[in-house]
């Protein structure tokens, strides 16, 4: 049987640093995002009473913050050692997990265009999980709150869903100063002031209706206000996931690129 050799097979170095730098960046992210995380968690004393994480009711950003770190440092390790030391096994890993999160993404995509209502659904019960447990978490409460800025909102549908908070709630056997209130992010806040009022949603919705609050805060719901944002802004998310998706196609070129190379050199020396 008679074998093909590659005449002055090599791996090519232009390749291999730039597989090196382009998953260095992503290395170094991946470890701020987690040095971030145990931060935050660090600050909110999570690191010395871990059960404090189970007994959290709505989703705690630290979370979200970390898995992203978690996988990108993962991704970004496997990338840089498989290109120094031209490993095949970490390079095939790397390309094969970026395939799986791109595979990931686009089914994503897919399935909230075709299930637009249930997706709709989830995210407005969604929303209404962590509007009960607003206080229960500091940074799920900086989260909503800057949501609730940010798009001139209150509530999912309404401001009433603040009924769902015990803190909030309208019961007559709610103790709370803040009852039948609101938080401050829900108020509609006059340019000028340079101090934050964070009582200005006290006992707004103690009397009136929605249209009689529309002057003192904000009576349009959050989930409403995100059905109008994305239309507006379509070419921005259409533009973020196509940048992303070439980023991740370009890391797969890269990787199967130096594994074609590699296996190139190695079928030489045979």
């Given at each position: 049987m008679h074998y093909y050799r590659y005449e002055n097979a090599?791996?090519?170095?232009?390749?291999?640093?730039?597989?090196?730098?382009?998953n260095i960046i992503f290395w170094l992210a991946g470890t701020a995002f987690i040095a971030i995380g145990f931060w935050a968690w660090s600050e909110k004393g999570v690191l010395s009473d871990l059960t404090q994480v189970t007994r959290l009711h709505g989703f705690d950003p630290v979370w979200g913050v970390l898995v992203v770190g978690t996988?990108?440092?993962?991704?970004?390790f496997a990338g840089c050692v498989g290109a120094l030391r031209e490993n095949i096994c970490l390079l095939k890993f790397f390309s094969g997990v970026i395939g799986f999160i791109f595979f990931l993404e686009?089914?994503?995509?897919?399935?909230?265009?075709?299930?637009?209502?249930?997706?709709?659904e989830w995210l407005n019960?969604?929303?209404?999980?962590?509007?009960?447990?607003?206080?229960?978490?500091?940074?799920?409460?900086n989260l909503i709150d800057s949501?609730?800025?940010?798009?001139h909102c209150c509530g999912a549908k309404d401001p009433n869903d603040w009924?769902?908070?015990?803190?909030?709630?309208?019961?007559?056997s709610n103790p709370s100063r803040e009852k039948?209130?609101?938080?401050?992010?829900?108020?509609?806040?006059?340019?000028a002031d340079t101090v934050v009022n964070t009582q200005c949603g006290y006992d707004v919705r103690a009397s009136g209706t929605p249209s009689q609050w529309s002057n003192t805060i904000y009576v349009k719901g959050c989930m409403i206000a995100l059905e109008e944002w994305l239309p507006r802004n379509l070419y921005i998310v259409a533009g973020v996931f196509i940048v992303i998706s070439l980023l991740q196609m370009v890391g797969i070129f890269f990787a199967r690129t130096l594994i074609g190379d590699i296996e190139k050199v190695k079928f030489n020396y045979y």
């Amino acid at each position: 049987m008679h074998y093909y050799r590659y005449e002055n097979a090599e791996v090519s170095c232009f390749y291999k640093y730039l597989m090196f730098s382009y998953n260095i960046i992503f290395w170094l992210a991946g470890t701020a995002f987690i040095a971030i995380g145990f931060w935050a968690w660090s600050e909110k004393g999570v690191l010395s009473d871990l059960t404090q994480v189970t007994r959290l009711h709505g989703f705690d950003p630290v979370w979200g913050v970390l898995v992203v770190g978690t996988v990108t440092f993962v991704l970004g390790f496997a990338g840089c050692v498989g290109a120094l030391r031209e490993n095949i096994c970490l390079l095939k890993f790397f390309s094969g997990v970026i395939g799986f999160i791109f595979f990931l993404e686009l089914t994503a995509v897919v399935l909230a265009f075709v299930f637009q209502g249930q997706v709709r659904e989830w995210l407005n019960d969604f929303y209404l999980a962590n509007v009960k447990a607003y206080r229960d978490d500091i940074d799920l409460q900086n989260l909503i709150d800057s949501l609730q800025k940010l798009n001139h909102c209150c509530g999912a549908k309404d401001p009433n869903d603040w009924n769902l908070n015990v803190y909030f709630n309208c019961s007559m056997s709610n103790p709370s100063r803040e009852k039948c209130g609101v938080p401050f992010s829900c108020c509609i806040s006059d340019p000028a002031d340079t101090v934050v009022n964070t009582q200005c949603g006290y006992d707004v919705r103690a009397s009136g209706t929605p249209s009689q609050w529309s002057n003192t805060i904000y009576v349009k719901g959050c989930m409403i206000a995100l059905e109008e944002w994305l239309p507006r802004n379509l070419y921005i998310v259409a533009g973020v996931f196509i940048v992303i998706s070439l980023l991740q196609m370009v890391g797969i070129f890269f990787a199967r690129t130096l594994i074609g190379d590699i296996e190139k050199v190695k079928f030489n020396y045979y």
